[in-house]
């Protein structure tokens, strides 16, 4: 049963990790990093009903409220932005240097 959950964190994993590798748009890698980050929860949750502790399960609330954060964060400097270069394209982001 552990291994199920285990494959499953690392599918996720893995699309996160090409999500942000190949994406240009920054709202897709932010995404893929909610993928990243719900794989780890997967995994945690696992290991701690594994063991039968609920550290897991804890610490997979932080990652959550991390998360939200992140989302928070990102989320408006995406807003910034789109409102001076009028793209979310991250080599447009790059040329903002200064």
């Known amino acids: 049963m552990l291994n ?7 599918v996720l994993f893995c699309i996160g990790v090409y999500g942000v590798i190949a994406r240009k748009n920054t709202v897709l890698v932010l995404m ?3 993928l990243i980050l719900n ?5 945690l949750i696992a290991f701690g009903a594994m063991n039968g502790d609920i550290a897991g399960a804890v610490f997979a609330l932080f990652v959550i409220a991390v ?11 995406v807003l910034i932005i789109y ?5 979310v394209d991250l080599d447009d982001v ?5």
Request: aromatic share 2%.
């Open 83 to 87: 409102r001076n270069r009028s793209s």
């Open 94 to 98: 790059d040329s903002m240097r200064g």
């Open 4 to 10: 199920q959950f285990l494959l499953l964190g690392a």
């Open 39 to 43: 794989a780890v929860n997967i995994n």
């Open 32 to 34: 893929s990093i909610e």
């Open 67 to 77: 998360a939200a954060a992140e989302v928070g964060v990102g989320l408006a400097m």
